[in-house]
């Protein structure tokens, strides 16, 4: 459906706001309820068979114009309750624009106050004058421009020791990295997402299989166990069932 990868597309704009957002939604409906209206024209009057999954003799059904109308209706009024149930809630994405790198150079012309105060309304926990302080020495400190997300815009702030001082701003991206996305920042995960999807379809029912995608999806938490490989040696040496010795009195 041409609408659908419209929308699609237009989320995928990093310069985005709550405005352009609204308007974007509401134009896919409105396309969606003219369909709708246009659905009685569109169903011809001939008929068409369809099988029927019932009983197992796999009998034929004539699906007359009535059935047809009434089909394409109900998947017209699942299709706009899906989209506004799902883009119901889109001020994480605004809230997403304060830590995007290739906005600060603008941001440090112009603060970006919209998005600040959407951030707030959809988080109301964060100090709003203490952010803002935060952000603005983000957007002038041209060391931060380089980052090329908001995953590492929090590695430089977790590797230089300075959660302590921008507090507000390490709330926000924790907020933020842990937030599925409909935008282009998605990708920050990609490599994990591809090999999820990955594991999802293989059909190799192997428990030696699925440790190690287990352990190359969360590698990041393995790295953090002190002496993960040890006790994994340690382990392995101690089972009964091996060919080799490898633990002696």
Known sequence: MPHVDLLYSELQKSNIDSDF?????????????????????????????VPIQEPPTKKRKIMGEDMQRHFALEVCDTIVSHAKERFSFTKHLISATLVQANFFRKHSRMFPDSALDTALEAYPFLDKAKLKTELSLIYENEEFHSCSGAVALFRVLMENNLQDIFTETVSLLNIVITTPMNTSESKRCFSTSNRIKVFLKNT???????????????????????????????????QIHRREKFMYK
């Open 204 to 238: 190799l029912a192997q428990d030696r299989l699925n440790a190690l995608a287990m352990l190359s999806i969360e590698k990041k938490l393995t790295q953090d166990i002190r002496d993960f490989n040890t006790k994994v040696i340690e382990k392995y040496a101690a």
């Open 21 to 49: 957002i609204a308007g974007v939604i509401q134009n896919f409906i409105n396309s969606m309820q003219t369909i709708r209206e246009a659905v009685p024209f569109l169903v011809k009057e001939e008929k068409c068979e």
